[in-house]
C-alpha cells in the first residue's frame, strides 16, 4: 500500500524568508503523481503544484517550487519570499497513475508566517 | 471558471438521523471522488465514480452510500448517524484524458461541514 509521510507537523517562517516542508512517499508504482495542497482557514482545499514521476525536472509555480528525489522517495516544497497569505495547513498528496485514481495525504504540516 | 459546487455548504444533524450530501463536479468532468476529514485530520478517501459506476472504495461505513447520475452530479447519503461522523466532507471531480501520460488534478469542493448532535 502507498504511504505519505509529513514529519513535521508545525512550521514557522518570517515573512519574506523562504521555507521547506519535508514530505516522503512509499510506493512500489512506476506511474504516479505528487502533490502539495494548501488548506487556508477556509479550509479550501488549493493545488499548489504537482509534480509527475517520470519528469525528472523539478516543478515550479511562482514562489512554490518542489525537490523531486525519485530514488529516496522524496518531494519536499519550497516557498520563497514567504507571504502572510501563505499562512495554511500544507498536505502532501501521492496518487497512482490514472486519472481516476485517489488521492492519498501526508497528516499535514502547519505552516505560520511571522510579520 | 466554473468549480465544483456542494451543498448544503453545512449541515447539522441528531444522531441517529440521515444526511444527503450533493457535488455538483466541474461540467465535463466525469469523475468524482469523496473525502472526509475529521477534526485535526487529513482527508481520507471514501468513494469515487466514473462515467457514473463506482470506481473505487475506501474507509466509507456501510451506513453511507453514493451514486453518480446521469448528469454527474454526486449524492452522498449517510443514515443513522453517529457523532464521530461530525466532519467537513469534500468532494472533488476530474476528467480522464485517455492521453497517455497526462493525467488531470482533482478539483476540489468547498466542502461540507456536517455536525452531528
Known amino acids: 500500500a502507498q504511504t505519505v509521510t509529513q514529519s513535521q507537523p508545525e512550521m514557522s517562517v518570517q515573512e519574506a524568508e523562504t521555507v521547506t516542508l519535508s514530505c516522503t512517499y512509499d510506493?512500489?508504482?512506476?506511474?504516479?503523481?505528487l502533490f502539495w495542497y494548501k488548506q487556508p482557514p477556509s479550509r479550501q482545499m488549493i493545488l499548489v503544484i504537482r509534480q509527475e514521476a517520470y519528469k525528472q525536472q523539478n516543478a515550479t509555480e511562482n514562489r512554490f517550487s518542489v525537490n523531486f528525489q525519485k530514488a529516496a522517495k522524496s518531494f519536499s516544497l519550497k516557498i520563497s519570499d514567504s507571504q502572510l497569505g501563505d499562512a495554511a495547513m500544507y498536505f502532501c498528496a501521492y496518487r497512482r497513475g490514472g486519472a481516476t485514481n485517489k488521492l492519498i495525504f501526508g497528516t499535514g504540516t502547519l505552516l505560520a508566517v511571522q510579520p | 471558471a466554473a468549480g465544483v459546487i456542494q451543498s448544503p455548504r453545512h449541515l447539522i444533524k441528531e444522531k441517529r438521523e440521515t444526511a444527503t450530501l450533493k457535488c455538483y463536479p466541474i461540467p465535463r468532468h466525469d469523475t468524482v471522488y469523496w473525502y472526509q476529514q475529521g477534526p485535526g485530520q487529513d482527508p481520507q478517501f471514501l468513494i469515487s465514480f466514473y462515467e457514473k459506476m463506482q470506481s473505487d472504495k475506501g474507509s466509507i461505513p456501510d451506513r453511507f452510500s453514493a451514486q453518480q447520475f446521469s448528469d454527474y452530479h454526486s449524492e452522498l447519503n449517510m443514515s443513522s448517524l453517529e457523532l464521530g461522523d461530525s466532519a467537513l466532507y469534500f468532494c472533488?471531480?476530474?476528467?480522464?484524458?485517455?492521453?497517455?501520460?497526462?493525467?488531470?488534478?482533482?478539483?476540489f469542493g468547498q466542502g461540507t461541514r456536517l455536525t452531528v448532535v
Open positions: 510506493t512500489s508504482e512506476s506511474d504516479y503523481y
Open positions: 472533488a471531480s476530474s476528467y480522464l484524458t485517455h492521453i497517455q501520460g497526462w493525467d488531470t488534478e482533482a478539483f
